[in-house]
């Protein structure tokens, strides 16, 4: 695997390549990031992987300086799944000036859900996406729906600027517990990590009471969502939302909608202690 942190380089490396399939990460690679490794190799060649932390798209009191940096355990996990190139830009490399022009995605989109409680969050993803699409130039993209809003968001960019990339998603990984694979899964104390599976359960509870107790308006919806979060705070979380969207367009349903059997998701986010976790499940 070439391992290249110059953008020149990159492109000098991938010149005549038109199929190149790309995944880009934060690294502290798991299960969930080698799935898509995986599935990006279904779809293109050579594999592309890009590691960079970045801080466009954390607030000033979030974990940018403790995120955790594995670099040399990542370059191996991603060596064993025959990776191509791993773009592992410094700082300096990718915003060499401040990186002023930024993609700001529409209000409706970036600011609900997560971005209601990580403000700018979704300009600093879609800036750097576009910008490491730009330094890739990758025919498809692959994206997580664990960030179940984040891969919505880049789908409608990539529509939006008409970028010549397919987005391809990819599914959850999760641990034998239900537990989504996540980075900062590595935060929990062991007593957290035992209780961090109830935030699956919970959206699988929540799954039951619309699919099977048949509610199909907005005000059960509503209950059904503040039972949820009541639920979870009495354990000990502090939800930021449990909340049931039009799969579409992340919009709360309409009645309308919801006779007309619109497919819906559950989309979740919540501290446990000092980790805060999110998840989603599709109805
Ligand atoms: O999902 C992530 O790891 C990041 O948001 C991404 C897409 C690599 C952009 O920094």
Redesign the pocket.
């Known amino acids: 695997m070439k391992i290249i942190s110059d953008i020149q380089e990159l492109r000098d490396h991938l010149r005549g390549q038109n199929r190149a399939s790309f995944v880009?990460?934060?690294g502290n690679l798991h299960e969930g990031h080698l799935s898509l490794m995986r599935l990006a190799r279904q779809h293109g060649d050579p594999v592309v992987a890009?590691i960079?932390v970045?801080r466009l798209?954390f607030g000033p009191n979030e974990d940018f300086d403790s995120y955790p940096r594995t670099m040399q355990d990542d370059i191996e996990k991603l060596e064993r799944e025959g990776v191509y190139i791993l773009f592992a830009p410094t700082e300096r490399d990718l915003y060499p000036q401040p990186q002023e022009y930024r993609v700001d995605p529409p209000h409706q989109l970036g600011d609900i859900l997560e971005g209601e409680f990580r403000p700018g969050f979704f300009k600093g993803?879609c800036t750097?996406?576009l910008k490491l699409f730009s330094c890739v130039q990758p025919k498809v993209a692959v994206?997580?729906k664990k960030?179940y809003q984040?891969l919505m968001i880049?789908r409608q960019m990539a529509k939006q600027f008409a970028l010549p990339v397919d987005i391809i998603p990819g599914e959850t990984i999760r641990a034998e517990d239900g537990l989504a694979l996540s980075s900062r899964n590595g935060y929990l104390s062991s007593q957290e990590r035992a209780e961090a599976p109830e935030l699956q359960k919970i959206l699988q509870q929540v799954r039951h009471q619309v699919l099977d107790l048949g509610a199909r308006n907005t005000q059960a919806l509503s209950e059904i969502e503040k039972l949820a979060e009541s639920t979870l705070a009495k354990r000990g979380w502090e939800p930021d939302y449990i909340a049931i969207r039009q799969q579409s367009d992340l919009a709360p349903p309409s009645n309308e909608s919801l006779q007309g059997g619109e497919p819906l998701v559950i989309l979740t986010a919540a501290k446990l202690g000092k980790t805060r976790l999110i998840d989603n499940l599709e109805i």
């Open positions: 880009p990460t934060m890009s960079f970045n798209q993803v750097v996406v994206f997580g960030d984040q880049i």
